[in-house]
């Protein structure tokens, strides 16, 4: 199993990135994809989910209205888009499987895309 995220960067507040998640080694259709972030001295947190379909998202409450998941099963990956960056978002995003909605992450982490928004 691969997970490779990309797209992450240094943004101004205020601005956008959309971050990808390429998966590999699953059956990725299956699977509910989620991502999470750590920033630094903090735990881990989940920020989105979404289900195998698409036809389902969740994000958390201190992104609502801000970051939008997705994915496209032909290709294996999953999005996040993230628009009105704050200070506070900054972090390391991962991404991961789920087997269901409220389950843990199924497999070891990739490497991440660091997120850092600053002026």
């Known amino acids: 199993v691969q997970l490779v995220e990309s797209g992450g960067g240094l943004v101004q507040p205020g601005g956008s990135l959309r971050l990808s998640c390429a998966a590999s080694?699953?059956?990725?259709?299956?699977?509910?994809m989620s991502w999470y972030r750590q920033a630094p001295g903090k735990e881990r947190e989940l920020v989105a989910t979404?289900?195998?379909?698409?036809?389902?998202?969740y994000v958390r409450d201190s992104v609502k209205g801000r970051f939008t998941i997705s994915r496209d099963n032909a290709k294996t990956t999953v999005y996040l888009k993230m628009n009105s960056l704050k200070p506070e978002d900054t972090a390391v995003y991962y991404c991961?499987?789920?087997?269901?909605?409220?389950?843990?992450?199924?497999?070891?982490w990739g490497l991440g895309t660091q997120v850092t928004v600053s002026s």
């Open positions: 979404i289900s195998s379909t698409g036809g389902s998202t």
């Open positions: 991961n499987a789920k087997l269901s909605w409220n389950a843990g992450p199924m497999y070891s």
């Open positions: 080694g699953f059956t990725f259709s299956r699977y509910i």
